[in-house]
Every structure is written in structure tokens, then in C-alpha cells.
């Protein structure tokens, strides 16, 4: 969990971007994973602990008969692929990332192992038991699991009528449910559910005549998936997060100078500039030069200098007898909080690569 409003901050860097005073600096940051076994061994096994649900299950139409009033039937259509595409998105994203160095998969019906049973299995989101687990460790020693406990598609079509144009519209509902597993101490580190969804709409002259075709459900399914696969990925390997920060360029010489250098993409110099500029500035551009080197810092991976330099903005802030605007401010203590949430989470990122993350 990310403990500041991200949504705040993001407000706050386009109104700083709207300003000649401010420049945005983009950038990417490690993330660590939500969930990390004991052993770091590189290998990962995702587990199908799923019944597929029936063919006439949550497909739905509703539109226009030859009355005009609502009605609504059921579609048949198979998901059975959902999950070998899941699967396929999550071993090719958590792979990228470089940290897991090998993914394998396992069925638990396939190897007559699944415990799930009846009409209405399709909807149990049973954990896997002592004797599955130990099951499992016969089959694979990867030190993460990831079980996949819980999966529901729902596919609803819709046609209406407003005025001389009939709007189309296909939403697909998915929901997973999922638990991460240590092999290694047979514990259990994460369960949570993914609720997704997903819009496609076109309109036409009339009752099913569109200017493009609606795409089937299971033309939508590979979209829908990779969509999934890039949200639960993040619990199971580190991942890089885009990021934005904000540098002041004007305020006295040695900000505007730094600037040209920071143009150039002479960031040492730019540096050089900024110290003269906390040094010898009054308090305002003192403050300034501190949120520069904040960013000079960060940049290079060395979050705890970083911090340092939001300490020395902070104080020079609170001492300018003309203080930073309001909205500055508070973009600067977003950034403070942002600063110690990374030097934490570098933390957990060193028992997976070590030393300094950049």
C-alpha cells in the first residue's frame, strides 16, 4: 500500500507544470513485490486451483425486440482459454522484469489433484489443503506460488436506442481470487481478489447494424487477460513504476544557470550550481536549490541523500520570510512522503538484488 495520495500528487505536478518556474522530470522506480518467500531461489509456480465455469454462465444480451421493449437471453460461450492465456501474460511480465528466472504452471484437475466438486464448483475459492501443498512441492521446487483459487467471466451485450442512433456496447466483468504461497515455510503470504472490467462500444442506424462490429467475448479475452496479468504481476515479482517530479528554474542565476545545464543533460553541473545556490541564496531560493538536489539524488538511486536534501528544503522553507505557495508546498511534502515509502521498500528490494536499486 502506498501511503499518499498519489492522485493529490499528480494534481499538484500538472498545476506546477502549467508554471515557466517548474520543469517535470520523468523517471522510473523499482517497486517491490507485495509478497517474498524465505528463499529466493528465482523460480515461480502458478497453480489452477479452478473448475471452468458452465458455457451458459454469465453471458448475457440485453437490447431490443421487434416490439421495442427490453428483453434478455443467455449467450453460450466457452472461457476455458482464459487461464492458459493468464497464465501466459504473467509468466511473460514477471519474466521481463528479470528477477524470477524460471515460471512454471501446474493444473490441478489435469493431475487429478483438485478437490473441487459439483454443479457449482465454478464458484468455490477452496485454498489448496495440507495434502495438495505437499503434493505440489513433489512436482516443483519453486520457493513462490501463486494460486489462482477463483475466477469468474461475465459478458454482458447491450443494445439501445436513442433517437435515430442505436448504441452497442459490450462490458466483460472478470474476477479472480488469488493466494500467494512461501513453498519454502509452506506459509501463506497474500490473498486478495481482482475485480476488472472492461468497455467496448460502437453505435449504429439501426438494431444490430453497427459502423464496426462488437467484438465477441472471446475476442476480447486476450485484452482482458493481459489487463489482469499486468495488475496481479506486481505481487510477485519487483516492477518498474513510472514516475514524476518537479525542479525549479528560476529564482536567481545559479537556478536559471542549473537549468540550461539540466537542458544539456549536464546534471553534475547543474549540481555544482544548486549547492552555490542553497549556500549563498536567501531562504526561498535556498528552498529551491534543496528540492533540486532532492531530485539530483533520487535520480541516481541514492534515496537517503535525498531525503537529507528534503530535510535542509523543509527547514529553509519554514525559515523564508516569504514561503513557498500553498500548492508548492504540499507537491514538495508529497514528495518528502514518496522519498521515505522508497527508502522502506528498498529495503525489501535488497534481499532480492543487493546494494544501491537505480
Known amino acids: 500500500m502506498k501511503y499518499i495520495s498519489y492522485s493529490l500528487f499528480f494534481t499538484l505536478l500538472l498545476v506546477l507544470n502549467g508554471c515557466d518556474s517548474y520543469r517535470i522530470y520523468s523517471m522510473d522506480v523499482l517497486r517491490p513485490a507485495m509478497a517474498s518467500p524465505s528463499s529466493m531461489n528465482g523460480k515461480l509456480l502458478l497453480i489452477n486451483n479452478i473448475v471452468p465455469q458452465p458455457e451458459n454462465v454469465g453471458q448475457y444480451y440485453m437490447g431490443l425486440n421487434k416490439e421495442g421493449s427490453d428483453t434478455s437471453y443467455t449467450i453460450s460461450c466457452s472461457v476455458d482459454s482464459f487461464v492458459d492465456l493468464l497464465q501466459g501474460y504473467i509468466t511473460a511480465r514477471v519474466k521481463t522484469e528479470g528477477v524470477v528466472s524460471s515460471v512454471e504452471t501446474v493444473s490441478l484437475l489435469n493431475n487429478r489433484i483438485g478437490k473441487k466438486r459439483g454443479s457449482t464448483a465454478y464458484f468455490k475459492i477452496d485454498s489448496l489443503d495440507n495434502k495438495q501443498r505437499s503434493q505440489l512441492r513433489n512436482l516443483s521446487n519453486a520457493a513462490l506460488w501463486a494460486s489462482l483459487d477463483g475466477l469468474l467471466v461475465e459478458s454482458l451485450e447491450s443494445c439501445g436506442q436513442q433517437d435515430n442512433v ?20 509452506d506459509s501463506l503470504l497474500l490473498a486478495f481478489k481482482r475485480r476488472d472490467s472492461l468497455v467496448w462500444k460502437t453505435e449504429g442506424s439501426a438494431p444490430g447494424v453497427a459502423e464496426r462490429p462488437l467484438p465477441t467475448l472471446k475476442e476480447t479475452l486476450p485484452e482482458i487477460t493481459d489487463f489482469v496479468a499486468g495488475e496481479v504481476y506486481r505481487a510477485l515479482t519487483p516492477y518498474w513504476e513510472p514516475v514524476e517530479r518537479f525542479y525549479y528554474v528560476t529564482g536567481n542565476v545559479q537556478l536559471e544557470l542549473a537549468g540550461d545545464e539540466v537542458k544539456a543533460g549536464r546534471w553534475d553541473e547543474a549540481a555544482v550550481y544548486w549547492e552555490q545556490a542553497y549556500e549563498h541564496a536567501r531562504a526561498l531560493n535556498a528552498f529551491k536549490a534543496a528540492v533540486n538536489l532532492m531530485l539530483y539524488h533520487e535520480k541516481d538511486g541514492d534515496v537517503p541523500g535525498a531525503i537529507t536534501w528534503a530535510e535542509r528544503a523543509n527547514d529553509a522553507g519554514k525559515r523564508s520570510f516569504f514561503p513557498p505557495v500553498e500548492y508548492e508546498w504540499q507537491a514538495f511534502k508529497a514528495w518528502e512522503k514518496a522519498l521515505h515509502l522508497r527508502l522502506e521498500e528498498m529495503g525489501r528490494l535488497n534481499r532480492y538484488i543487493g546494494g544501491i536499486v537505480k
Open 166 to 185: 442505436f448504441p452497442q456496447m459490450r462490458i466483460v466483468f472478470v474476477r479472480t481470487f488469488w493466494r500467494v504461497y512461501d513453498a519454502t515455510s
